[in-house]
């Protein structure tokens, strides 16, 4: 089942790929002793993608995305606030999309698009906290309760990413896509919002729809990082796993962002 996210829809291609053994180390975890893995010589330790890893790598790039939108909040003046805006975001996007699609593991370009997409939230979260004052550590603090949350269902199975369950979630989150990014476009030509982010009803509703998917999509998440974990994937593919969870923290931030503002208005 692939991912709507081409992140994670890479490690879940590479799982399903030939599994390397190491002579005398058997097979990976969750797959037959002898079943015809091609062995490849190494010395040492096999250096395979680990939850711990995965973990580690998650947490450095929030922790640069944080640093960097702090930065970017401080030091970027007002007047510059709408080119810093467009540049980082149009910036971020671009490199996201070569990570992604040319399944880059190297943790400068990783780190370098953690840093853009952190200017980005700097200036976006420096104006919404201008107009709706604490509106920031509201969504901050909603977001990682969601994330956790979700973290928690997965780990205890009490939500399990069945295929039909990703059939679903996957459909929903490139429908969203395209509509996120067609109301966008017409944004831009029209110089109006729309009925999808005018903060009115159908907004708000909207934006709740794209807050469910965001959340439910970090199990489909969980579960094609698990799955490349068991195929004995090498380390490098942390770097992507935690990526593709920062995408999906960043869009969840975005939407319950524009929510709470939404209720927050005069």
């Known amino acids: 089942m692939k991912s709507s996210n081409p992140v994670l829809s890479r490690i879940s291609a590479a799982a399903q790929q030939p599994r390397y053994t190491v002579p ?40 640069l995305t944080a640093i960097s939108a702090a930065i970017s909040a401080a030091v970027v003046p007002w007047q510059a606030l709408s080119p810093v805006w467009y540049t980082s975001m149009f910036v971020g996007v671009a490199i996201g999309l070569v990570i992604s699609f040319a399944q880059v593991t190297n943790p400068i370009v ?18 919404y906290n201008h107009v709706f004052e604490g509106i920031v550590t509201q969504a901050v603090v909603a977001t990682l309760g969601v994330f956790l ?14 295929p039909k369950f990703m059939k679903v979630v996957i459909g929903a989150a ?52 698990e799955d490349g974990i068991a195929a004995g ?14 995408v999906e923290l960043i869009w969840l931030y975005l939407e319950i962002l524009r929510l709470i503002s939404y209720f927050s208005e005069d």
């Not at 029209?190 to 199990?219: E, H, K, N, Y």
Request: some cysteine.
């Open 174 to 225: 490139a429908g969203l896509a395209i509509v996120i990014v067609a109301n966008f476009v017409i944004s831009l030509i029209t110089g109006v919002a729309g009925p999808l982010r005018d903060g009115g009803g159908i907004a708000i509703i909207f934006s709740l729809v794209c807050i469910v998917v965001a959340a439910l999509m970090f199990v489909v998440n969980f579960k094609q990082i």
């Open 149 to 162: 949350i979700m973290a928690a269902l997965y780990k205890l199975k009490i939500v399990r990413a069945t």
């Open 24 to 63: 005398g180390q058997g097979a990976p975890a969750g797959y037959p002793a002898g079943g015809g893995y091609p062995e490849v010589v190494q010395s040492g330790h096999v250096d395979r993608m680990t939850v711990d890893d995965v973990v580690v790598k998650t947490v450095t790039l929030i922790a």
């Open 110 to 127: 990783i780190g370098a698009y953690a840093v853009i997409e952190g200017v980005f939230l700097g200036v976006v979260s420096k104006l």
């Open 233 to 246: 994937l090498p380390r490098k593919y942390g770097w992507l796993g935690a990526f593709g969870i920062l």
